[in-house]
């Protein structure tokens, strides 16, 4: 099970750090990620980490303003957000699936919570 958290209302330029905690006894073998679902829109990727969390990759929209770690000693995952925009504003889901490399695919991801609102707004 994952339980993300630390959604809420933000100004634009403003930044937010979102949480993922994970049940279970084997979190350190799972590839984590983060996606998102704007109003009408599909959800999309935006940022993956590998297990031991020495390899990373993210959605070219974020860039350079979202950071994604993990510490797996208390099985959670971490989306750090620096200069957020309106166009962030979205549900984040935090994801996993058990496997080696990281990956962008959602159809990979086998496990989901159940998503943090996130809005950028002044």
């Known amino acids: 099970q994952l339980q993300a958290s630390g959604g809420g209302l933000v100004q634009p330029g403003g930044s937010l750090r979102l949480s993922c905690a994970a049940s279970?006894?084997?979190?350190?073998?799972?590839?984590l990620g983060w996606f998102r679902q704007a109003p009408g829109k599909e959800r999309e990727f935006e940022a993956t980490?590998?297990?031991?969390?020495?390899?990373?990759d993210y959605a070219d929209s974020v860039k350079g303003r979202f950071t994604i770690s993990r510490d797996n000693a208390k099985n959670t995952v971490y989306l750090q957000m620096y200069g957020l925009k309106p166009e962030d504003t979205a549900v984040y889901y935090c994801?996993?699936?058990?496997?080696?490399?990281?990956?962008?695919?959602?159809?990979?991801?086998?496990?989901w919570g159940q998503g943090t609102l996130v809005t950028v707004s002044s």
């Open positions: 994801a996993a699936f058990y496997g080696s490399r990281v990956s962008s695919h959602r159809h990979h991801y086998d496990y």
């Open positions: 279970g006894r084997t979190f350190s073998g799972y590839v």
């Open positions: 980490i590998s297990r031991s969390g020495g390899n990373t």
